[in-house]
């Protein structure tokens, strides 16, 4: 027994490493994009760019406004926000369906929708583009809303079904007994129900949205619809690359979703839990 309780008690120094090194490997990153945008571009071409900075500055960061990083802020907030409410808006109900819904119809549908995890976006990039300038929306930040929230709609319909899963029969039982109508149910016990999903939905779209390069590329050309990844371009001339500009934009567009994160890693781990035990 005492020996058995020893090898519980030994310390797990394998984890430990492991979890030394993924802390090395995430955070040397970060020192890098935090510490260069601190230092002045001719310091950065002089020292190189592992070297540690002489004099720390700010102005990378007032010169990331001066070419225009508030409006491709606000309009990369405008496709995230978009593409979430879009996603919601049909991803709740829908998940609501597959799982009350005995109907065979609603079975196909929700097949239907699994075989949209199996179409990647460069695959049809050529098809989206005929859609959205046959339907006149070219160059347009709803060009972008609308494709980023149809490939975020499959995976998002799996984490809602399966968080909706989990919420007892009982409960539905007990609402019918009370006489609550099937929107009463929706508003009062599937959506407070469903927090954890919706939240983890919200990241996992705002972060498509927010990242997505291809859309904005492919289905916009004005100055007045970038985003921020295509935003990033400005640091990139013929006669080279601004990389502590670069990087400072980097670090300011990167906050919201830290925010975003923060404000939800409750929610999140919970939401990607869902289901784990059926």
Do not use: C
């Amino acid at each position: 027994m005492a020996d058995l309780k020893g090898r519980r008690q030994r310390p797990a120094v394998g984890a430990g490493i492991g979890a030394g090194l993924w802390f090395l490997i995430v955070a040397i990153p970060i020192y890098y994009l935090v510490l260069t945008s601190l230092r002045g571009p001719g310091e950065y071409m002089a020292d190189g760019p592992l070297a540690l900075p002489r004099n720390l500055t700010f102005d990378n960061y007032l010169n990331v406004f001066e070419i225009g990083f508030h409006h491709y802020l606000f309009n990369s907030l405008i496709v995230a926000v978009g593409a979430i409410s879009l996603v919601l808006l049909v991803a709740v109900p829908a998940a609501y369906a597959i799982v009350r819904s005995r109907s065979r119809t609603v079975r196909v549908a929700f097949m239907l929708f699994l075989l949209g995890l199996a179409v990647p976006a460069q695959a049809v990039i050529i098809p989206i583009y005929l859609v959205i300038t046959r339907m006149q929306l070219y160059d347009t930040l709803i060009a972008i809303i609308l494709p980023t929230a149809a490939f975020t709609l499959p995976i998002s319909i799996v984490v809602l079904t399966s968080s909706l899963r989990d919420v007892p029969s009982s409960l539905y039982e007990a609402m019918a007994l009370d006489g609550a109508s099937n929107r009463q149910v929706f508003w009062n016990l599937v959506l407070p129900m469903s927090r954890p999903g919706v939240v983890t939905v919200m990241i996992f779209v705002g972060l498509n949205a927010w990242n997505n390069f291809i859309f904005p590329l492919v289905l916009t050309q004005s100055h007045d619809t970038r985003v921020l990844p295509l935003g990033l371009w400005e640091f990139q001339t013929q006669y080279g690359t601004d990389v502590p500009g670069l990087m400072a934009a980097v670090v300011l567009s990167a906050l919201p979703i830290f925010a975003l994160y923060l404000f939800g890693r409750r929610q999140l781990l919970s939401g990607l839990a869902a289901g784990a035990g059926k």
